[in-house]
Every structure is written in C-alpha cells, then in structure tokens.
C-alpha cells in the first residue's frame, strides 16, 4: 500500500522554474514506479512524465518534453518533478500516482493505483 503527499506548487511567471516534490510511504512499494499527472480546469488529464523504480528508465508527454525533468531519490522514497521554462499553458494541478505493480519499460501500459491530492501550479504572463 502507498499513500503520496506533494509538495512545491505555486504561482510563478512565465519563463521561470519550479520543483514538485512526491513523498511516498509504503513499506513494500516504496521505491514504485512513478508518474506525474496534471488537469487544467475543463481539459482531460494529461500525461507528463514517469520514471522506473531504478530511476533509469524516464518518460515524457510531448507538451513538456525538453522542458522538465523527472527524477528520484529513493533514500528518501521522493520522486521530483523540475520544471523549466514555465509556460501560462502549464497551470493545472499537478499529480503525483504509483504504479506498483508495473513491470515493464512501457509506461504507456503502467496502471496507477495510487494518487495524491494534487498541487496548484500557476504560471503567470
């Protein structure tokens, strides 16, 4: 079982940066593979990123590839997001999900079990 709290949503101008934070607990999955998700107001959820249990596989939506980074410090069971070049198109809440039981390099198949409570991120013109 996993439960996730983010952190490091705010409001920033555009062309600026901004690190999301997800902190996992879970003894048995605390070093699951990962996602981030994120919904504007009226839109769907879109995919944004995911990475291995390893850290050394990474995947990315094509609106935010090249400008963020995901990435993991299993040590402290916390997966991050670090996002470049903000854009007034990124803001949406942000979500982090787990995907426990996934096993291939195929994130596309990934089912995420678990989500957090999202964080608030807004880019100003």
């Known amino acids: 079982q996993v439960q996730l709290v983010e952190s490091g949503g705010g409001l920033v101008q555009a062309g600026g940066s901004l690190r999301l934070s997800c902190a996992a607990s879970?003894?048995?999955?605390?070093?699951?593979?990962m996602g981030w998700f994120r919904q504007a107001p009226g839109k769907e959820r879109e995919f944004v990123a995911a990475?291995?249990?390893?850290?050394?596989?990474?995947d990315y939506g094509s609106s935010v590839k090249g400008r963020f980074t995901i990435s993991r410090d299993n040590a402290k069971k916390t997966v991050y997001l670090q996002m470049n070049s903000l854009k007034p198109e990124d803001t949406a809440v942000y979500s982090c999900?787990?995907?426990?039981?996934?096993?291939?390099?195929?994130?596309?198949?990934?089912?995420?079990?678990?989500w957090g409570q999202g964080t608030q991120v807004t880019i100003s013109s």
């Open positions: 990475i291995s249990s390893s850290g050394i596989n990474t």
């Open positions: 879970g003894r048995a999955f605390a070093s699951s593979p």
């Open positions: 999900a787990a995907a426990p039981r996934a096993v291939g390099a195929t994130t596309s198949q990934w089912l995420y079990d678990y």
